[in-house]
Nanobody, 119 residues
């Protein structure tokens, strides 16, 4: 059974820092590109950042460039999102997403972790 479990969310003041973690199990982690999405109340889910199986950064949303950093540790089956200089508009539920590198492969989501930034 594939599981993605996010942690590290919470409440922080504007300008603060949080590090989100995503622990994967039940899959061959090194066969999955990893992405972080977020969804704010009343808004659609948006892609925040992505990283390939070899650690190449796919890209960042314009709104987080220069503030967020995605990384992964294949040996530990972990993905991370370091978030600095947080703004109130970063408030959202953050989701970890694993996408198989194989055509027609599977895709998995975590349950999400809440990040709340007060101005």
């Amino acid at each position: 059974q594939v599981q993605l479990v996010e942690s590290g969310g919470g409440w922080v003041q504007s300008g603060g820092t949080l590090r989100l973690s995503c622990a994967a199990s039940g899959l061959t982690f090194s066969n999955y590109d990893m992405r972080w999405y977020r969804q704010a109340p009343g808004k659609e889910r948006e892609l925040v950042a992505g990283i390939t199986i070899s650690g190449i950064i796919e890209g960042y949303a314009d709104s987080v460039k220069g503030r967020f950093t995605i990384s992964r540790d294949n040996a530990k089956k972990m993905a991370y999102l370091e978030m600095t200089n947080l703004l109130s508009e970063d408030t959202a539920v953050y989701y970890c997403n694993a996408v198989s590198i194989y055509i027609g492969g599977d895709r998995h989501w975590g349950q999400g972790t809440q990040v709340s930034v007060s101005s």
